[in-house]
């Protein structure tokens, strides 16, 4: 049985007034990694200051007008890199709405960038077309199998977006970033060791335990897109982060299209959630193995957060030393509280007709 362990702690203090005030402080401990979040509502006041609203809509609005003027992704054709014709033979790699090139700056040895709609330029996540999301997945998982076939040491991978500034992008229009590498990465690695302990102690998936578990609580389950479960964390370890699991795949190599429209699908809820509360910045990651076949043990999954609001002057609040170096960090909302925020957003996009395009 998956344990939810959590302390809670009381802190006592005396106001710039002189009243009394003490405030609680729970600390979770997350079943598989064994990291620590903290949570206090307490630090929502504060929190307004660094993560939660105040997004500076004009601003953002001037600032996609800008940048649309001069921006190389929109002119991919003419403007973007080209892979070798041994990767691809016509140099770009187009498919549906998404176009990936290889990245001016490389970090390993196949770096690559998919962008995920070269005709618009959006910096609204609700903005974002879901069936170019979902081809921006699959052109990634192209590039996957080809980074392999031409050297079948490059198994590591990651898959990811950083959106806006504040998100981590340097790049305004919308895109993914697609690596793989002879060495592994070491958050991955970790969980599979974690999942692969897990299997053998018990003989069963930690992903899909934990899921069961998650759906007779309730309290974090968000819902499904397809194939893909949507919930948040019980210990997150990001702002508002919530994950994207695919039961039965442990590689993003083994997910099909219908699985990439579910990814896409419960992406673009979460974030247009964010935006909503007056957060446009996001990040989010595929925890992706190395190797397919591996769905016994461990579970592709998507993990996605918000981050400081767009403004003039931002804050990474999120980046300050105990998350940057050691990992654990501070919450001001409970995760079942955001969740419940999410659910009801699925419940309202779930009538919506779905993309059926290829």
Known sequence: MIDFATVEERARLLDPAGNSVEQSIEHRTDPLTGAVASIN??????????????????????????????????????????FPRDVVEEGQLRIGRSTAVPNLFSKMAFDCVAIVDPGRHVLFPSQLAEEALADAIRVS???????????PRLVHHVVGMNFLPPGGSSMPHPHFQMHARTVPYSGIARLLALSAAFRERTGRNYWEELLEREKQVGARYVGSTGRVEWMAPWAPTSQREIWGLLPGAGSLLESSDADARGFAAGILRVVSLYEEEGGHAFTFAFFSGPQPGAGDRFSLHLKICSRPPFRAMFSNYDTWFTPKFIGDDVH???????????RKRWTRTATRTPWTGG
């Open 41 to 82: 509502a307490a630090l929502s006041e504060k929190a307004k200051a660094f993560l939660l609203g105040g997004g500076d809509v004009q601003l953002l609005g001037k600032y996609q007008e800008e940048t649309a003027k001069a921006c190389p992704f929109c002119d991919v054709a003419a403007k973007g890199t080209r």
């Open 332 to 342: 001001v909302s409970a995760p079942e509280q955001y969740a419940e925020q999410l």
């Open 141 to 151: 998982r192209e590039l996957l199998g080809r980074a392999r076939s031409r050297d």
